[in-house]
């Protein structure tokens, strides 16, 4: 009797539930995946229509008005100031220093002994020329008393006068050699820094010091040519230096040079400045304004109100309107201008503005046009047509 083989029951499910189950895990994933696509849409959505209905809050700016001044008319330029008169001191004769009397810096009157060479040779021939001088003087008076009484003749009487104008000239050139080696002031001046030493043997031509007269000083400078029809002499001129910041110097132009340099058509000019402090030395870099005899009205603004551009120049003005919102503000509106000259903090405004006007003084680069704004002046700065620079 045989036994009947047992049933053998698979333990893993059927195909057919696997795919089942792998077929509702895709779809709750695409279920997911679409819930938080419309979620995020939903964000989208919503910050676009937020971004379209937000309203930038104002800018902060200063503002002033456009005002009408008087500017005198004046040619800008820059200069170098010059000595009155000036020289470079040197010996005319070679020889031996043998005695400075001056000082480094000092002030100096005309004919004032500098440097003394020595002399000692010229005074020793010329003590001896002296003599032969006078022995020739005495000679010539014998001589005349003797052609006087027919004594001699007319020919010994010649040769010695002549021997007697000979000496005399003698004596003149030694004393004119001495007097070479002794270096005065040629006039009244501050003297430099000496460049010679007690026992220098000095040459010719060899510096011994700069004597410089700045009392008035004289101030150089060069104009365009178009300058010619606005300029003339005895016109009021004022100088400026940035060694001295805040300070001005006024004279009058005193000479317009007679032809234009080829060049650069510019013409040279010259000014005379009153200098009783000696502060303007020579050489010195100068700012130069020659002012006009009238004065012309202009529009000027801040120099900071202005938009610089390349396609043109702007500025903001203000005026009531109403923001995005549709709620009442104060609106910066741009317009274009044509600018003139400038001075200090100030430009003028040849054309595209009106006196009275509100403009924007500070805060220019951060606007658009139409854009609102809110005032507040607290924190202007000042404005001046000559700022005067304060040293910390």
Known sequence: MHASAPDVTPSSPPRASR???????????????AGLVAVKAGQIVSMINAGETFVLPP?????????????????????????????TLSAELPGVVNDIRFENGASVKKGQVLVQLDTSSEQAQLAGAEADAELSRL??????????????????????????????????????????????APFDGRIGIRQVELGQLVSPGNPIASLQSSTPALVEFQLPQQALAQVKQGQKVRLRVDVFPG??????LTTINPEVE?????????????????????G???????LSDAS??????????????????????????KDAAGKAALLARQQFVRLGERRGDY???????????????????????????????????????????VNP
Do not use: C
């Open 19 to 33: 795919l089942k189950r792998w077929i509702i895990g895709v779809v709750l994933l695409l279920a997911v995946f």
């Open 59 to 87: 800018e902060s700016v200063t503002s002033t008005q456009a005002e009408s001044f008087g500017w005198q008319g004046t040619r800008s330029a820059v200069g170098t100031v010059m000595a009155l008169r000036g020289v």
């Open 284 to 290: 010195m870099f100068a700012s130069v304004e020659v």
């Open 247 to 252: 300070e001005s110097w006024e004279g009058d």
């Open 262 to 282: 080829l060049s650069s058509r510019n013409v040279r000019m010259r000014a005379t400045v009153p200098n009783a402090d000696g502060r303007l030395l020579p």
């Open 347 to 389: 430009v003028a405004v040849t054309s595209g503005l009106k006196p009275g006007q509100t403009v924007v003084s500070s805060g220019v680069f951060k606007l658009k046009n139409g854009m609102a704004v809110v005032v507040n002046n607290a924190m202007a700065p000042p404005i001046e047509v000559a700022p005067q620079p």
């Open 139 to 184: 000679n010539r008076e014998r001589a005349e008393k003797l052609n006087a009484q027919g004594a001699n003749t007319q020919s010994d009487l010649d040769a010695v006068r002549a021997r007697s104008l000979q000496s005399s000239a003698t004596v003149a050139h030694l004393k004119s050699l001495i007097a070479k080696k002794t270096i005065r």
């Open 296 to 321: 012309e009205q202009v529009v000027a603004i801040p120099a900071t109100a202005v938009l610089f551009a390349p396609y043109g120049d702007s500025v903001f003005t203000l005026s009531e309107g």
